[in-house]
Protein backbone atom coordinates (compact mmCIF):
# COMPACT_ATOMS: atom_id res chain seq x y z
CA UNK A 1 0.00 0.00 0.00
CA UNK A 2 3.02 2.33 1.09
CA UNK A 3 4.33 2.12 -2.87
CA UNK A 4 0.87 3.07 -4.14
CA UNK A 5 0.82 5.90 -1.53
CA UNK A 6 3.80 7.55 -2.53
CA UNK A 7 3.05 7.20 -6.06
CA UNK A 8 -0.50 9.07 -5.99
CA UNK A 9 1.41 12.25 -3.80
CA UNK A 10 3.79 12.06 -6.77
CA UNK A 11 0.93 11.80 -9.25
CA UNK A 12 -0.90 15.18 -7.35
CA UNK A 13 2.38 16.95 -7.34
CA UNK A 14 3.57 16.92 -10.81
CA UNK A 15 3.29 19.88 -12.85
CA UNK A 16 1.62 17.89 -16.08
CA UNK A 17 -0.74 14.94 -16.51
CA UNK A 18 -0.33 11.61 -16.63
CA UNK A 19 -1.09 9.92 -20.35
CA UNK A 20 -4.29 8.01 -20.27
CA UNK A 21 -2.12 4.87 -20.04
CA UNK A 22 -0.47 5.51 -16.95
CA UNK A 23 -3.40 6.25 -15.16
CA UNK A 24 -4.95 3.57 -16.04
CA UNK A 25 -2.07 1.04 -15.73
CA UNK A 26 -1.75 2.71 -11.90
CA UNK A 27 -5.79 2.33 -11.57
CA UNK A 28 -5.85 -1.10 -12.36
CA UNK A 29 -2.82 -2.01 -10.04
CA UNK A 30 -4.29 -0.16 -7.07
CA UNK A 31 -8.02 -2.06 -7.74
CA UNK A 32 -6.20 -5.53 -8.22
CA UNK A 33 -4.47 -4.85 -4.80
CA UNK A 34 -7.45 -3.34 -3.43
CA UNK A 35 -9.39 -6.64 -4.17
CA UNK A 36 -6.76 -9.04 -3.19
CA UNK A 37 -5.98 -7.78 0.12
CA UNK A 38 -9.16 -5.76 1.33
CA UNK A 39 -9.88 -8.62 3.55
CA UNK A 40 -6.30 -8.26 5.18
CA UNK A 41 -5.96 -4.13 5.79
CA UNK A 42 -5.24 -2.38 9.12
CA UNK A 43 -6.39 1.05 9.78
CA UNK A 44 -3.59 2.82 8.72
CA UNK A 45 -3.82 0.82 5.23
CA UNK A 46 -7.50 1.54 4.86
CA UNK A 47 -6.61 5.40 5.10
CA UNK A 48 -4.26 5.59 2.72
CA UNK A 49 -6.20 3.10 0.49
CA UNK A 50 -9.39 6.05 0.63
CA UNK A 51 -6.82 8.97 -0.04
CA UNK A 52 -5.49 6.92 -3.01
CA UNK A 53 -8.94 6.14 -4.01
CA UNK A 54 -10.95 9.39 -3.59
CA UNK A 55 -8.03 10.77 -5.66
CA UNK A 56 -8.10 8.62 -8.53
CA UNK A 57 -11.73 9.18 -8.81
CA UNK A 58 -11.27 12.81 -8.34
CA UNK A 59 -8.93 12.47 -11.49
CA UNK A 60 -11.20 10.53 -13.45
CA UNK A 61 -14.28 12.45 -12.68
CA UNK A 62 -12.26 15.33 -14.59
CA UNK A 63 -10.69 13.84 -17.14
CA UNK A 64 -14.20 12.16 -18.11
CA UNK A 65 -15.28 16.12 -18.55
CA UNK A 66 -12.44 17.00 -20.54
CA UNK A 67 -12.47 14.04 -23.38
CA UNK A 68 -15.01 12.82 -25.42
CA UNK A 69 -15.41 8.65 -26.79
CA UNK A 70 -14.07 6.13 -25.21
CA UNK A 71 -11.60 7.65 -23.33
CA UNK A 72 -14.22 10.18 -21.38
CA UNK A 73 -16.50 6.30 -21.63
CA UNK A 74 -13.93 4.63 -19.01
CA UNK A 75 -12.47 7.56 -17.27
CA UNK A 76 -16.47 7.39 -15.85
CA UNK A 77 -16.22 4.27 -15.35
CA UNK A 78 -12.92 4.32 -13.39
CA UNK A 79 -14.81 6.93 -11.38
CA UNK A 80 -17.61 5.08 -10.60
CA UNK A 81 -15.45 1.84 -9.35
CA UNK A 82 -13.33 4.19 -7.72
CA UNK A 83 -16.75 5.79 -5.59
CA UNK A 84 -17.92 2.06 -4.63
CA UNK A 85 -14.49 1.55 -2.94
CA UNK A 86 -14.14 5.07 -1.70
CA UNK A 87 -17.51 4.02 -0.13
CA UNK A 88 -16.35 0.67 1.33
CA UNK A 89 -13.33 2.38 2.71
CA UNK A 90 -14.95 5.13 4.46
CA UNK A 91 -18.31 3.13 5.89
CA UNK A 92 -15.10 0.76 7.68
CA UNK A 93 -13.62 4.11 8.78
CA UNK A 94 -17.27 5.17 9.94
CA UNK A 95 -17.84 1.81 11.98
CA UNK A 96 -14.49 2.26 13.52
CA UNK A 97 -15.85 5.63 14.94
CA UNK A 98 -14.46 8.46 13.02
CA UNK A 99 -16.81 11.03 12.06
CA UNK A 100 -17.18 13.09 8.47
CA UNK A 101 -14.71 15.88 10.27
CA UNK A 102 -12.32 13.74 11.36
CA UNK A 103 -12.42 12.02 7.75
CA UNK A 104 -11.44 15.67 6.38
CA UNK A 105 -9.21 16.55 8.61
CA UNK A 106 -7.29 13.65 8.37
CA UNK A 107 -7.14 14.18 4.36
CA UNK A 108 -5.92 17.42 5.13
CA UNK A 109 -2.96 15.76 6.52
CA UNK A 110 -2.94 12.96 4.22
CA UNK A 111 -1.88 16.06 1.62
CA UNK A 112 1.06 17.70 3.46
CA UNK A 113 2.20 13.85 3.62
CA UNK A 114 4.56 14.63 0.33
CA UNK A 115 7.46 16.67 1.81
CA UNK A 116 7.98 13.61 4.26
CA UNK A 117 7.94 11.38 1.24
CA UNK A 118 10.08 12.64 -0.81
CA UNK A 119 12.98 12.86 2.11
Known amino acids: MQD ?3 KIHEYLNMDEEISF ?3 DQ ?5 TKYFSEQTDDLEEDDIWKGLFIIENLMSNA ?3 AKE ?3 SKQKKYKKMSDRSS ?5 FAGRLYSKGYTEDQLNERFEQM ?3 YEQLKS
Open 4 to 6: FYV
Open 26 to 30: YYKKV
Open 111 to 113: FQD
Open 21 to 23: EEF
Open 84 to 88: LWAQN
Open 67 to 69: VKG
Open 61 to 63: DNR
